[in-house]
C-alpha cells in the first residue's frame, strides 16, 4: 500500500487544518495518524478500526476528528483549535506496516 499525505501548513493558534491520506488500494485493517515534533518521539494522534471506533490521544480529544472515505481510499484529520503544542510532523499510516511520508503543520502562538 502507498500512502500520499497532504493538508500541512503554518497556521496560527485557533485555526484549523484537515490533513488527508490517499491509499493506492483499499485497506481493511486500522489505519491512524501519528506525530513527531522536534526532538521527540512519534506519538499517535488517532487511530480508527474498519468498524470505525476512533482512539484519540488526551491532549486533541474534542479537537480533531479521524475520518476515512473507503469509496476514495483517504484518512483524514480534521484538526481544530490548533495548539503550538500540536507543531510537528504528521503521518498517516495502515497497520501493520504501510506508512506515508510526514506532513508539517507548525502552529505559531
Known amino acids: 500500500v502507498q500512502l500520499q499525505a497532504s493538508g500541512g501548513g503554518l497556521v496560527q493558534a485557533g485555526a484549523s487544518l484537515r490533513l488527508s491520506c490517499a491509499a493506492s488500494?483499499?485497506?481493511?485493517?486500522?489505519r491512524a495518524w501519528y506525530r513527531q515534533a522536534p526532538g521527540k518521539q512519534r506519538e499517535l494522534v488517532a487511530r480508527i478500526n474498519p468498524d470505525g471506533f476512533a482512539h484519540y490521544e488526551r491532549s486533541v480529544r474534542g479537537r480533531f476528528t479521524i475520518s476515512t472515505d473507503n469509496t476514495k481510499n483517504t484518512i483524514e484529520l480534521q484538526m481544530n483549535d490548533l495548539k503550538p503544542d500540536d507543531t510537528g510532523l504528521y503521518y498517516c499510516?495502515?497497520?501493520?506496516?504501510?506508512w506515508g511520508h510526514g506532513t508539517q503543520v507548525t502552529v505559531s502562538s
Open positions: 488500494e483499499t485497506i481493511t485493517t486500522p
Open positions: 499510516h495502515v497497520e501493520p506496516h504501510w
